[in-house]
């Protein structure tokens, strides 16, 4: 699994404008992506880590963040989180 964190450029900000919302309170819960996931967060903090310990990635409001199919990760969400967010 591969986890990409970095700002996103004002044409994917654009891109991420019809993307559905998701929300969550501060929690930790297991999760696997089966498929690329791509997120706009816009608010809050959290950090996804691989089961396994081969990696981890935290991140917070303002972030573009890529997430690629592979193992179970556990996601600690530090700060109550609103993402936009894509599959495929």
């Known amino acids: 699994m591969k986890i990409e964190v970095r700002k996103p450029t004002?044409?994917?900000?654009k891109l991420a404008e019809s993307w559905p919302i998701w929300e969550k309170e501060v929690s930790e819960f297991?999760?696997?992506y089966d498929a690329?996931?791509?997120?706009?967060?816009?608010e809050g903090e959290a950090t996804?880590?691989?089961?396994d310990g081969s990696?981890?990635?935290a991140f917070s409001?303002?972030?573009?963040?890529v997430?690629?199919?592979?193992p179970e990760c556990?996601?600690?969400?530090?700060?109550p989180i609103k993402k936009k967010y894509k599959f495929g």
């Open 30 to 32: 297991p999760w696997k």
């Open 61 to 65: 409001a303002g972030d573009w963040v």
């Open 36 to 42: 690329q996931e791509t997120c706009f967060i816009l």
């Open 55 to 57: 990696e981890s990635a």
């Open 74 to 79: 556990t996601w600690r969400v530090t700060a």
């Open 10 to 13: 004002e044409e994917e900000k």
């Open 67 to 70: 997430f690629s199919p592979g």
């Open 48 to 51: 996804v880590s691989v089961n």
